[in-house]
C-alpha cells in the first residue's frame, strides 16, 4: 500500500490524485470480476462443479443452506453474492439456483451482527443483542415468506430476468435502474415523508 500511495503522491493535486485512486479502484475491481470469472469457469470443470452443484443446484433448502454458511464464514453477503455473479455469467448455474443461494446469503450476514452483538458489554449489551436478532428474524421471515409461496417466489425472478433482457439490450438502462432505485426512490420518499409529516 505504501508503494501505491507513493506513486500517487506524484500525481499534482489532491483532487487529481483521488480521480485516479477512484479510477484505479474501478479498473481493479473489473480485472478482478473478470479474473474471478475464468479462474471460477476452470475450477468447476468435472468434480468440483458436480459437489458445487449438489449443494446449490438441486435442492433449494440446500441451497439456502450454503448461502447462509458460506457468508456467515466469510461474514459479508456480497462477498458471497459476488462468487454466484461469474458462475451465473459463465452459464455454469442459473438464476433459480442461484436464488435460493443469494436468499441464505441475506440469513449468513445476521452471523456478523450477532457475533458483534454477543461480543459487547455493558449497559447497552441487550439493546445491541436485541437489534441483531431483529435483523436475523427480519431476513429469516422474510426468507420463508418470499421462497415459502410459490406466487411470491416467482416476482423476484421474473423482475430479475426482464430486467436483464431489457439491460442487454439497452446498456443505459441498467444505469436508469440502479440510480432510480438506489438514489431517486429513497429521495422520493424521504421527501414524502418530511412532507406528509
Not at 452443484?53 to 453474492?81: C, D, E, H, M, Y
Not at 433482457?165 to 431517486?184: E, H, N
Request: hydrophobic share 55%.
Amino acid at each position: 500500500e505504501a508503494w501505491l500511495h507513493g506513486l500517487f503522491m506524484k500525481i499534482p493535486g489532491e483532487m487529481a490524485a483521488n480521480i485516479v485512486y477512484v479510477v484505479f479502484g474501478l479498473v481493479a475491481i473489473f480485472a478482478a470480476i473478470l479474473l474471478l470469472g475464468q479462474l471460477l469457469r476452470l475450477l468447476f470443470t468435472g468434480r468440483a462443479e458436480r459437489v458445487f452443484r449438489t449443494a446449490v443446484g438441486k435442492n433449494p433448502v440446500a441451497a439456502i443452506g450454503s448461502g447462509f454458511a458460506i457468508t456467515a464464514l466469510v461474514q459479508s453477503s456480497s462477498t458471497t453474492t459476488s462468487l454466484i455473479v461469474p458462475l451465473a455469467g459463465a452459464g455454469l448455474m442459473k438464476l433459480k439456483q442461484a436464488f435460493p443461494f443469494t436468499l441464505g446469503a441475506n440469513i449468513g450476514t445476521c452471523v456478523t451482527a450477532l457475533l458483534a452483538a454477543l461480543a459487547f458489554t455493558g449497559d447497552g449489551a441487550q439493546f445491541g443483542l436485541q437489534i441483531a436478532l431483529v435483523h436475523l428474524l427480519f431476513n429469516t421471515c422474510g426468507v420463508i415468506l418470499i421462497y415459502g409461496l410459490p406466487p411470491l417466489r416467482r416476482i423476484p425472478l421474473v423482475c430479475a430476468s426482464s430486467l436483464a433482457k431489457l439491460a442487454s439490450t439497452c446498456r443505459p438502462m441498467a444505469i436508469v435502474y440502479i440510480v432510480g432505485v438506489f438514489f431517486l426512490l429513497p429521495i422520493v420518499c424521504l421527501c414524502l415523508y418530511s412532507w406528509l409529516k
